[in-house]
């Protein structure tokens, strides 16, 4: 079920000047270098992860403004300390980098992702007086297109936890935390093969063009958990089923492709949506082409969520896959390859 976010207080807070909240909560921080948040690196380490898992197409310099404890900022919604942008960079996660990087226009893709105060975190178990915060600058250049936003950084070290609240990000902080774990729990996809054979209609072996060795290919994506937060608390979360792709050859040497794509599925929270969908396909030339593809994913956003998979010219030599997507975070797996069977 869709939900349309409603909060009627959401204008009147933004009325505050950012500058002048900054400001107002640098000068209560008696001594910012005692409560520097900057020691771990954190949000130095988020970005340089994000640029490097897409593939360096995003690149950042984060500048440290000012720092102090965090309970500078009780009582002001976030959304009234980090300027709100124009638009709001989005991307496509599968399990492994972050694809399809593009800026929407922010009132498009509505979030709550800034929408609470420090006092939220407190709730959520992150003590008012041991967060310390470090207000940054981020130089952005993406498509060739260099610009400056706000971000801040909090972190609360007794408990080993920080994060970032960027709003020209899409939920980086989240992205990134997925990225991480998937990485530390070794998630790639898998690769399995059987040997060339003699053929029973002509004499030679029969093997694939990508590897004359091999009689058939599996490329197999597994299945992962993926969750999005929003001070500390769930926004969305689900899992991306299983995708598994075969290029193969038959007893006389023909194309015989074969792939399955599992139900990805996940739910929302903060009034969030989640829309999910899988399909996989085959085709062939008839003879010694065939081509394999499969995609399974979610997307949630506050309103309309959409991922969509179609396939298009099943059992063809030109089956391909056609996803329509919508949301502000976004996850996958999948992919597609063509092979050809020939003797050798």
Known sequence: MNTK??????NNARRGSPTSLLAAA???ASSSAAFSAGLTNYAEDVYSTFSNASHGETTFTVRSVSSGPAKSFAGIPFTRVLREPTQVLISDYNGYEFQNLRYEDRKAVPTAEMDFT???MARNGFPLNDGVYRF???SQTFQGQKSTHDALELCWPEQYRCL???PSISFLDSNIGNHKRLRAEGLAPTITSGPAQESSEKAGRCGLSSDPNKLWIKRAYPEYNWRTTIAGTTAASGKIGRVELVNACSASCKAAPSASAAVSFGSGGFLYAVHCDNEAGRGTDGNRQGK???????????????FDVKIKNYGTINVDASIEIKGTGNYSNGNK???TCYYR
């Open 5 to 10: 976010h409603a909060n009627t207080d959401r």
């Open 26 to 28: 640098i000068l209560m």
């Open 118 to 120: 420090i006092e939220t």
């Open 136 to 138: 940054l600058e981020i």
């Open 164 to 166: 970032v609240l960027d």
């Open 292 to 306: 394999a593809v499969g995609y399974t994913g979610c997307s949630y956003a506050f309103s309309g969520p959409k």
């Open 337 to 339: 390859f063509p092979d």
